[in-house]
């Protein structure tokens, strides 16, 4: 998964900016930080091989939330249309990876729809509204 994260710092820093929620678009709320380290990591997608690859080149939408714990969210007002699936992780340490140690995940990851990490397009597919989106640690 490592290196499917890689490289995205850059995308993610120009539209990393929270906004309030607004009536249209698509409203994301990630439940479940931990802390206040780092950022929440987001990457909306609208087709299912880039999703399914995270290629976050191909993502529609991407944020980086200032974590706090507890619930972070953020406001897609441009997201009007879908079906969308979301991926999120939180970056603790600050570099723009999701880390883990061989099989264990060292920070907390989540996916919209049937609230797995390892969802498919499919299973994780949303259209726009309000999101609740569950963080997963295995810490």
Same mark, same amino acid.
């Given at each position: 998964?490592?290196?499917?994260?890689?490289?995205?710092? /850059?995308?993610?820093?120009?539209?990393?900016?929270?906004?309030?929620?607004?009536? !249209?678009?698509?409203?994301?709320?990630?439940?479940?930080?931990?802390? &206040? *380290?780092?950022?929440?990591? $987001?990457? $909306?997608? *609208? %087709?299912?091989?880039?999703?399914?690859?995270?290629?976050?080149?191909?993502? $529609?939408?991407?944020?980086?939330?200032?974590?706090?714990?507890?619930?972070?969210? %953020?406001?897609?007002?441009?997201?009007?249309?879908?079906?969308?699936?979301?991926?999120?992780? %939180? *970056?603790?340490?600050?570099?723009?990876?999701?880390?883990?140690?061989?099989?264990?995940?060292? !920070?907390?990851?989540? &996916?919209?729809?049937?609230?797995?990490?390892?969802?498919?397009? /499919?299973? /994780? /597919?949303?259209?726009?509204?309000? $999101?609740?989106?569950?963080?997963?640690? *295995?810490?």
């Amino acid at each position: 998964m490592k290196t499917r994260l890689a490289g995205f710092a /850059a995308t993610v820093a120009a539209t990393a900016i929270a906004t309030p929620a607004l009536a !249209e678009g698509l409203t994301l709320t990630v439940d479940g930080v931990r802390n &206040a *380290d780092g950022n929440v990591v $987001v990457m $909306v997608f *609208d %087709h299912p091989e880039a999703y399914e690859y995270l290629e976050w080149r191909y993502a $529609v939408q991407l944020a980086e939330i200032p974590a706090r714990p507890g619930q972070v969210t %953020h406001h897609f007002p441009d997201l009007t249309e879908g079906p969308y699936a979301i991926f999120v992780f %939180h *970056d603790e340490n600050g570099d723009r990876d999701l880390n883990y140690d061989n099989d264990r995940l060292l !920070e907390g990851v989540g &996916a919209s729809g049937e609230q797995t990490f390892d969802a498919t397009f /499919a299973e /994780a /597919a949303v259209g726009p509204g309000t $999101v609740m989106v569950p963080l997963y640690y *295995d810490e």
